[in-house]
């Protein structure tokens, strides 16, 4: 009887004992794991920049700091399972999109100009169209 190494084991029977994973549904998996730790990232440094005391600012700059860490590491884990362009329209360019709606608009409720909302849309159009060329 020959031992399978685990990952091997993982790649017939899967996580959890369900269907073997897909490099797809992982790069889906991370790339929203990256678009959540974004959208944490910059709200916390938005309201970092709000803060009326230097312990406030600080403690929201280290939180921040995490989501940030989380973006990068989860982006490093898109470029593995996808391509470098396909990773950097869906994690860099999403992120702005991310910001935009979550972000600014239903976290921090800011304003925002019909302008505004169809430039967004713009560019979530633009990035569709990128990652859509890539392999």
Do not use: H
Request: glycine share 14%; proline share 3%.
């Amino acid at each position: 009887m020959e031992l399978k190494t685990r990952g091997a084991l993982l790649d017939e029977v899967g996580l959890f004992g369900g269907a073997a994973w897909t490099p797809a549904l992982l790069a889906l998996g991370l790339l929203v794991v990256n678009q959540v730790a974004n959208v944490g990232c910059y709200t916390l440094f938005a309201l970092s920049g709000r803060a009326d005391r230097w312990r406030t600012f600080v403690i929201l700059q280290i939180l921040g700091g995490i989501f940030g860490l989380f973006t990068q590491l989860s982006f490093a884990g898109l470029v593995r399972f996808a391509s470098l362009p396909f990773a950097n329209a869906t994690g860099i360019g999403l992120a702005f999109v991310s910001a935009q709606v979550f972000s600014a608009g239903l976290l921090l409720r800011e304003p925002f100009t019909m302008l505004q909302w169809f430039g967004t849309g713009l560019v979530f159009a633009g990035v569709l169209l990128i990652a859509a060329g890539q392999p």
